[in-house]
């Protein structure tokens, strides 16, 4: 007999199995009809029938929380013993009552992506009111779902659901929306513990990656899908550390499936012609290579990972889910055992991979390839695209930088003592403009690249900056991780004083002061604390310092080293953005305005308090289509005649926010770079004060760049002209920035390329079987054809 039966309503313990793990002085023992010390199973039936319903839900409660592990491993045995069925959840018993059957997310935005009319005002007022709704519903349920983290299952307000899946910690499930905890879950490996993600150890942080990447990979087949082709309306949320995927409730199940595996490649589904044609040509679009996957028995020809899902939906549509693994990982170091797990969470970007020269694989280096019989050729081709990435894109976009021939860059101070002389809104206009993930993004590179970025830069004024974004975002990682853990000891507490408490403690140890702390075991604290920011950054960097700067830190530490580089006020703006920690106006004001006298900088201290921390903000990256209708509803608006100024100024701000939200997850866009160059330009002209005038226009000269990289015409060459002459002409009036407009006019906007890293063919960045297509204008339309899905 099971340890557990279930019904609509509750779980029942079967009795006879926790008899052994008793303890003499509980309820239970004293309710018991004998004293004796061996408890029959007689006794123990009588016991339990002789209490109420609710008197056993308690005891076994109770008793489950009474000894260490005894939880987990009841839900552990539940999940071996009964695969198929799911625990009682509270979305159960809602669809159960009359009116609260959920709404039904995804034929509504399934019916809009069908019907999509980007210019029709009422296609953008229907979907900014779905995907509006839909995020903060998921918002608000994933931070509840965050905060009671640590209670009890029977305790949750929200209750988890046992659906399956080896990747990704619980599942919960309410109001139709599917949350997936972004966590590294332990796989099945005899007696050794192995993670998904970490190997040997639980690494949290590292199956974040992989949920951000799924949320990625959706955007890519977002761009490039058929008109019959469908996705979940979904989102990514992070909050206090934690992540979670939020996914709208399919009509699929188990019997629906028609393309990929869900049982680890034992059988891999290839059944209808219409969908496997449908999925060649978005291989092909997507520059992925057919390949053979799955178990020796039930392989099949596919064009998407193996464990991708395709379903015939019951409403007779193609629905596309788990496309983690869609764009190819990065060839894993050879003769490295540590490395096997990468391929898992470090990934090809789909730029790099839609302009390279040759289709990849993206089952390669795993198991799902073991099959394929020319997997070691498509194993080398993923190689030398890796080596392309190292050592011909990387170094170039390196000189590019530093030669203020990047897109983004036009200006970075030469030195410490001239970030310090800085005013605030310059500081932080510099920080925004020159935004290093989102320029990677649009060259093909990954952001954990950065370190090998600064190994291969030589001035030192583009060295420092790229040391501030690496160790910043090694300080967010840091705050990710000490949040969950203080999370974990919260119980279920819904304040959160402990978190703001940590922000101080950080700031503390920080210490972005140059004055030596006199107090022992605050300097011990600080010192501990760099001396991990320092291990984080070259984990997560490679490549980052130097020999030298490495003994120079091993005799001295980072903060030393940090202390004479780099200006704190850009490390502790860029870290509390990246740790999503808001500080109340006044205190950051007070933070980043410098103190001058005699034309020094005086940096003195700032004392942080729990009141200065307002909020931790929720992040919520979603489909570029939901930004794009809300942004495009706005500007109209914003366009209708008779509106005061300030609620023209107000509503374009909103939009241009929307727009570059488009844009982050779709950078190579020209389209959305052109349109968020003219909304930026518009807004700067509603703008009253000059100098955030001329700094709106700088933004609106970075975007019309993109633009020129990838799809150069006379109209748009036309507008960028005029948009130089007048941002000009503000700089001369205001005696500020002229040199860095004539940087940008030395530039080339040739326009010669299919798709933007092709902006470094200049220095030799492609290959030469690539730059030969170049010589003929046939030629070039043959790559621009090629290259179609970066625009």
């Keep these: 007999m099971s340890q557990y039966v279930e019904d609509q309503d509750s779980i029942y313990i079967d009795p006879s199995k926790i008899a052994a793990h008793l303890q003499p002085d509980s309820y239970f023992a004293s309710i018991l009809p004998t004293a004796s010390k061996e408890i029959s199973r007689k006794d123990l039936k009588s016991a339990i029938q002789s209490m109420s319903n609710d008197e056993l839900k308690e005891t076994v409660f109770q008793f489950l929380q009474s000894t260490p592990d005894l939880t987990q491993k009841f839900f552990s045995f539940i999940e071996r013993n009964q695969p198929t069925k799911a625990l009682t959840t509270s979305q159960e018993k809602w669809s159960n009552v009359d009116g609260f059957q959920g709404r039904n997310w995804s034929e509504e935005y399934s019916l809009l992506l069908a019907n999509a009319e980007l210019h029709s005002k009422s296609w953008q007022i229907q979907m900014y ?22 209670l009890p299952v029977s305790l949750k307000s929200i209750q988890p659901v046992n659906i399956g899946g080896v990747a990704g910690g619980q599942k919960f499930i309410i109001d139709n929306i599917l949350f997936k905890f972004a966590v590294d879950s332990e796989l099945t490996n005899g007696t050794k513990k192995a993670y998904m993600y970490g190997g040997t150890e639980q690494r949290n942080d590292l199956a974040m990656k992989a949920a951000s ?62 969908l496997n044609t449908m999925m060649e040509r978005l291989g092909k679009k997507l520059h992925l290579k057919e390949h053979k996957t799955g178990s020796r028995s039930g392989g099949r020809n596919l064009y998407m990972p193996g464990d991708i899902e395709v ?34 969470y470090q990934t090809l970007r789909a730029e790099l991979v839609l302009g390279y020269h040759d289709n990849l694989n993206s089952d390669a280096f795993s198991g799902w390839n073991d099959i394929e019989p020319e997997r070691k050729a498509h194993e080398k081709a993923l190689r ?55 320029t990677l993004h649009y060259y093909g590179i990954n ?13 030192p004024r583009f060295r420092d900056f790229l040391l501030i974004h690496c160790i910043t975002r090694a300080m967010k990682n840091i705050m990710r991780c000490e949040m969950r853990n203080l999370m974990t000891e919260s119980l279920g507490s819904p304040t959160d004083m402990p978190l703001r408490d940590l922000v101080l403690s950080t700031y503390q140890r920080v210490h972005p002061y140059g004055h030596v702390v006199k107090d022992l075991e605050k300097r011990k604290s600080i010192s501990e604390y760099w001396k991990l920011v320092y291990e984080k950054t070259c984990e997560q960097f490679e490549g980052c310092f130097s020999t030298e700067e490495a003994e120079e830190i091993e005799r001295a530490g980072l903060h030393s080293f940090v202390n004479k580089r780099a200006d704190f006020r850009a490390i502790l703006y860029l870290f509390f953005k990246f740790a999503q920690v808001e500080l109340s106006a006044s205190a950051m004001q007070q933070l980043m305005t410098p103190i001058m006298k005699d034309d020094m900088c005086l940096r003195q201290e700032f004392r942080l308090v729990r009141s200065d921390v307002e909020k931790f903000n929720p992040r919520i990256r979603k489909p570029f289509i939901a930004s794009l209708a809300s942004s495009l509803l706005l500007s109209r608006e914003a366009n209708e005649k008779g509106l005061a100024k300030q609620n023209v100024f107000r509503l374009r701000t909103l939009a241009t926010t929307e727009m570059q939200a488009a844009q982050k997850s779709s950078p190579s866009c020209p389209k959305l770079n052109k349109q968020l160059a003219f909304m930026y330009w518009d807004l700067a002209k509603v703008t009253e004060n000059h100098l955030t005038s001329l700094c709106t226009m700088f933004w609106a000269i970075r975007y019309m760049e993109l633009t ?16 130089l002459d007048e941002t000009e002409g503000l700089c ?22 299919a798709c933007p890293r092709m902006r470094l063919a200049e220095t030799g960045s492609f290959p030469h079987q690539i730059l030969a297509t170049l010589k003929t204008s046939k030629d070039r339309q043959l790559l621009n054809a090629a290259c179609q899905p970066c625009h």
């Design 732 to 753: 001369t009036e205001n005696n500020i920035c002229v040199s860095h407009i004539q940087k940008v006019r030395a530039r080339k906007h040739a326009g010669i390329a």
């Design 213 to 274: 990447i799924e949320m990625r990979n959706m955007q890519t087949v977002l761009h490039a899908r058929e008109s019959n082709l469908f996705l979940p309306l979904m989102c990514v949320i992070d909050y206090q550390g934690h992540r979670i995927i939020a996914s709208s409730i399919l009509p699929i199940d188990k019997f629906t499936l028609a393309y990929g595996s869900s049982d680890g490649g034992r059988t891999v589904h290839r059944s209808i012609t219409e």
């Design 447 to 459: 952001v954990r690249h950065l370190g090998l970025i600064r190994k291969h830069t030589t001035v």
């Design 708 to 723: 020129l990289s990838v799809a150069n015409d006379e109209e748009t060459y036309s507008k960028f002209n005029q948009l």
């Design 311 to 344: 379903h015939l939906g019951m409403d007779n549509r193609y629905y596309m889910i788990d496309v983690a693994r869609l764009m190819p990982p990065e060839a894993p170091k050879p003769n490295d055992s540590s490395s096997t797990r990468k391929i898992y």
């Design 129 to 150: 009111r779905l995907s509006d709704d839909f995020f903060h519903a998921a918002s608000l349920y994933a931070q509840v779902i965050i905060s009671e983290l640590s």
């Design 384 to 438: 030398d695209c890796t080596t392309y990435l190292h050592e011909t894109l990387i170094p170039n976009f390196s000189e590019a930088m530093q030669n203020y021939k990047l897109e983004a860059v036009t200006y970075l101070p030469d030195s410490k003592d001239s970030w310090m002389k800085m005013q605030a809104e310059q500081l932080k206009t510099l920080l925004e403009v020159a935004d290093m993930t989102s």
